[in-house]
C-alpha cells in the first residue's frame, strides 16, 4: 500500500532563512506521481507542483525548488530565502498510475518569523 | 474557470439537524473527491467520484453521511443526523484523473452545537 510520510510536523524559520521540508513515500508501482499543496492561514489548498517518477529532474520556480530522489524515495521541498508570506502547512502527496490510488501526506505546518 | 465551487461557506447548526453540503467542480474534471479536515485527524478523504460514480467510500465515517453526484456539474454531501464531532471544514476538489493534481475548493466550515 502507499503511504507518504512528513516527519516534520512543525518547523519555525526566521526570514530569510532557507527551509527544507522533507516527504519520503512508500510505492510498489513503478509509474507513480508526487504532489505538493500549500494551505497557508486562509485555508484554502493551493497545489504546487506535480512530477512523475520518470523525471528525477530538480525543479525550481522561483524561491521554490524540489528535489526528488527515487533512490531514497523522496521528494523534499525548499524553500529559498524564506518570506512571512510562506507560513503555511504544506502537504505532500502521491498517487499511482497502476490504480485509482492516492494518498495525501500529513502535511508540515511551516511558521516564517518576522 | 470559476475553479470549485463550495457552498455553504460557513454552516452552524445543532446536534441531530441535517447538514447538507454541495459542490460544483470545475467543468471536464471526472473525478471528484470530498474530504474533512480537522485538527486531531488532519486531511481525510471520505469519498470520490468518476464520472458521477462513487468509487471509494471507505473513508465516510458512518452511515450519517451520504454523497451524491447527480450529474458532472453537482455534488452534496449529507450528514443527517449531525453531532458535535463532525465540526470540522469540509472539502470539495476536483481533478482530470487521479493522477493529476486535484483542485480544492475554498471548504465549509461546519460547527455542529
Known amino acids: 500500500a502507499q503511504k507518504v510520510t512528513q516527519a516534520q510536523t512543525e518547523i519555525s524559520v526566521v526570514e530569510k532563512e532557507d527551509v527544507t521540508l522533507d516527504c519520503v513515500y512508500e510505492?510498489?508501482?513503478?509509474?507513480?506521481?508526487l504532489f505538493w499543496y500549500k494551505q497557508p492561514p486562509s485555508g484554502e489548498l493551493v497545489f504546487l507542483i506535480r512530477r512523475n517518477s520518470f523525471d528525477e529532474q530538480n525543479e525550481i520556480s522561483g524561491r521554490y525548488s524540489w528535489n526528488f530522489q527515487k533512490s531514497t524515495s523522496s521528494f523534499n521541498f525548499t524553500i529559498t530565502a524564506s518570506q512571512v508570506v510562506d507560513s503555511a502547512v504544506y502537504f505532500c502527496?502521491?498517487?499511482?498510475?497502476?490504480?485509482?490510488?492516492?494518498?495525501f501526506g500529513p502535511g508540515t505546518r511551516l511558521s516564517v518569523l518576522p | 474557470d470559476a475553479g470549485v465551487i463550495q457552498s455553504p461557506r460557513h454552516e452552524v447548526t445543532e446536534m441531530g439537524q441535517e447538514v447538507t453540503l454541495r459542490c460544483k467542480p470545475i467543468?471536464?474534471?471526472?473525478?471528484l473527491f470530498w474530504y474533512r479536515q480537522t485538527m486531531m485527524r488532519g486531511l481525510e478523504l471520505l469519498i470520490y467520484?468518476?464520472?458521477?460514480?462513487?468509487?471509494?467510500d471507505s473513508g465516510m465515517p458512518e452511515d450519517r453521511f451520504s454523497a451524491k453526484m447527480p450529474n458532472a456539474s453537482f455534488s452534496t454531501l449529507k450528514i443527517q443526523p449531525s453531532e458535535p464531532r463532525d465540526s470540522a471544514v469540509y472539502f470539495c476538489?476536483?481533478?482530470?484523473?487521479?493522477?493529476?493534481?486535484?483542485?480544492f475548493g475554498p471548504g465549509t466550515r461546519l460547527t455542529v452545537t
Open positions: 510505492t510498489r508501482d513503478t509509474t507513480y506521481y
Open positions: 502527496a502521491l498517487s499511482e498510475a497502476g490504480g485509482q490510488n492516492f494518498v
Open positions: 467520484f468518476n464520472n458521477n460514480v462513487p468509487i471509494d
Open positions: 476538489a476536483s481533478s482530470l484523473e487521479t493522477v493529476y493534481e486535484q483542485y
Open positions: 467543468s471536464g474534471h471526472d473525478y
